[in-house]
């Protein structure tokens, strides 16, 4: 069984409180490794479609570390779905070095450095830097519980860290190659642009960031099969500012650029933020060079937008 690496110290001063989401004394409950897993009775997702280049062993030996619970990962995948949740971190990863490949980057292996913001209990970040051999992956969540589960329970070489709602990271510019963001921009509306700046001065020159949205291409599907849309309906009457919200609008494009729907009594994110082409394309556009937005590009509903640090002299982004 696995056991919790004991005593390690967390930098949690008390304004933090205010800014962060905080821990609970619940005892984490711990899963058997991936492997364990393997016949579950439920899996939807197909291994062929993961374009795998050594056979599934492999990976799985590379990554011998233990599964989070169902609560310990943000409702991801129902309990008889532990090694589809284990596969859909492999999968985004794959997909990760796939971009790299189609624009001429060196893909996460020894000597890159790679960062996850949101990163939860280390779904795509476990392969980082289990599947990603010498990767230095880095990886922060404004949830201090995720924060300590991947310090209790996987390799240490994982530098992972809490972050609070500010957009201020405490890492050098342009240290990382590649940034991810995976259903947390979907998520941020305070402050978005903030965060964006964040990233661009982080990621090195020519580095990329991948950041997921609910794109146009989610808000043309939404509909009773979509998490995001039934999360919208069950608070239909607590959505601030939306006195006359219909769910006709779902059939209709998007009514503003950027339309977030905000509860205000969620006890976990209060937020579903809504992003078009045309807003990523103006707005991330000055910061970073928008490369290519990939519809249904994670899990075939979120977009998957790519965006470049420009390199040279003064690397300002944006259209003059
Ligand atoms: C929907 S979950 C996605 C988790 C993970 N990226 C994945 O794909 O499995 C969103 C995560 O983003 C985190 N989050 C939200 N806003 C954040 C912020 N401003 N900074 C860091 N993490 C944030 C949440 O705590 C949560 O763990």
């Given at each position: 069984m696995f056991e919790k690496r004991p005593n390690i110290p967390v930098f949690n001063p008390d304004w933090m409180q205010d800014l962060t989401f905080q821990t609970t004394d619940e005892p984490f409950e711990v899963l058997q490794a991936a492997s364990a897993y393997r016949n579950d009775p439920k899996q939807w997702i197909d291994i062929d479609s993961l374009g795998l280049e050594e056979p599934l062993e492999a990976y799985l030996d590379r990554?011998?570390?233990p599964i989070p619970s169902l609560q310990d990962r943000e409702g991801y995948y129902d309990q008889d779905?532990?090694?589809d949740w284990w596969l859909s971190g492999l999968e985004d990863f794959l997909k990760v070095q796939h971009c790299l490949k189609s624009y001429g980057q060196p893909l996460l292996g020894k000597g890159s450095r790679m960062l996850e913001l949101g990163c939860a209990s280390g779904r795509m970040l476990r392969h980082a830097y289990c599947q990603g051999q010498g990767c230095e992956a880095w990886g922060c969540d404004i949830k201090l519980r995720?924060?300590?589960?991947?310090?209790?329970?996987?390799?240490t070489g994982i530098k992972a860290f809490q972050n609070t709602v500010l957009p201020q990271l405490p890492v050098e510019d342009n240290y990382f190659d590649v940034v991810t963001a995976y259903s947390v921009f979907t998520h941020i509306d305070h402050m978005e642009l903030a965060w964006i700046a964040e990233l661009r001065r982080l990621l090195k020159p020519g580095g990329l960031a991948l950041l997921t949205i609910h794109g146009d291409h989610c808000w043309s599907q939404l509909g009773p099969d979509k998490p995001v849309y039934n999360a919208i309906m069950q608070m239909?009457?607590?959505l601030v500012g939306w006195k006359d919200f219909s769910p006709e609008i779902f059939q209709n494009p998007m009514p503003q650029d950027k339309t977030v729907f905000t509860w205000s009594t969620a006890r976990n994110y209060n937020c579903n933020v809504?992003?078009?082409?045309?807003?990523i394309q103006k707005a991330w556009g000055r910061f970073l060079d928008v490369v290519e937005i990939i519809p249904g590009g994670h899990s075939g509903y979120q977009d998957l937008v790519v965006l470049r640090k420009p390199e040279g002299k003064n690397p300002a982004g944006g259209q003059e």
């Open positions: 990554d011998p570390n779905r532990h090694f995720h924060v300590e589960w991947i310090r209790h329970f996987l390799p239909r009457k607590r809504f992003h078009s082409t045309e807003y």
